[in-house]
């Protein structure tokens, strides 16, 4: 069964802590991106990749780092710069140059800030 | 900068009619849009997409219209069902040198009543 797989599900953190998100897919898929979804506000692009090693900056990249060291793998850390990182974050991936660059994504993550 | 937007939050239908829901952009490059659907604590799911040189692209129930010169798309589903009760994410695809971006709308939540 192909997918992506987010963990962990529910998160709690306290304010200064690092955490790092997991996001694993077997769809052999080459881009990967993360959004933050927050209440009203839909879903916002924090770092996205497209091949091994390679990532940019989505439009709220700031206190968040990406890597991208093996195809099936792009894990997110939220950092202590994160001003309000409480959030249902998602990662997503996709065949690059498929069209309409359908996304597929995961179940999510929910972060809350103690 | 809000590039995509759904200026209605929420819309309210009867079971069997339709439902029509709305998108504005503003940005001229986008190669795609695409409609997903969202379940709550679920990553959202791919419904219909519609490429830019395209005006009405339709897939069973579903059927989106693009206004280019508008720029403006819309989602419509006739029937309506209650199991199409979700939040409804318009989103559009551009390329740049980063590779392919995907920017999302704030969402409508659509309820379908029986």
């Known amino acids: 069964d192909g997918g992506i797989t987010q963990s962990p599900k529910y998160l709690f953190r306290k304010e200064g802590q690092n955490v790092t998100l997991s996001c694993e897919q077997n769809?052999?898929?080459?881009?990967m991106y993360w959004y933050r979804q927050d209440p009203g506000q839909g879903l916002r692009l924090i770092y996205y990749?497209?091949?091994?090693?390679?990532?940019q900056k989505g439009d709220i990249a700031e206190g968040y780092s990406v890597s991208r060291e093996k195809k099936e793998s792009f894990p997110l850390t939220v950092t202590s710069a994160q001003k309000n990182p409480t959030a249902f974050y998602l990662c997503?991936?996709?065949?690059?140059?498929?069209?309409?660059?359908?996304?597929?994504f995961g179940a999510g993550s929910r972060l809350t800030v103690l | 900068d809000q590039q995509v937007k759904q200026n209605s939050p929420s819309l309210s239908v009867q079971e069997g009619r339709i439902s029509i829901l709305n998108c504005d952009y503003t940005?001229?490059?986008?190669?795609?849009f695409l409609w997903y659907k969202k379940y709550p604590a679920e990553g959202p799911t791919f419904l219909i997409s519609?490429?830019?040189?395209?005006d009405k692209n339709e897939d069973g129930r579903f059927t989106v219209f693009l206004n280019k010169s508008a720029k403006h798309l819309s989602l419509h589903i006739v029937p309506s069902q209650p199991g199409d009760s979700a939040v409804y994410f318009c989103?559009?695809?551009?390329?740049?040198?980063?590779?392919?971006?995907?920017?999302f709308g704030a969402g409508t939540r659509l309820f379908v009543k029986a």
């Open positions: 997503a991936s996709t065949q690059s140059g498929s069209g309409a660059n359908v996304l597929t």
């Open positions: 769809l052999n898929h080459d881009a």
């Open positions: 990749s497209q091949i091994v090693n390679d990532f």
């Open positions: 940005n001229s490059m986008f190669d795609y």
């Open positions: 519609i490429s830019s040189i395209k």
């Open positions: 989103a559009a695809s551009v390329r740049n040198t980063g590779g392919f971006k995907t920017i």
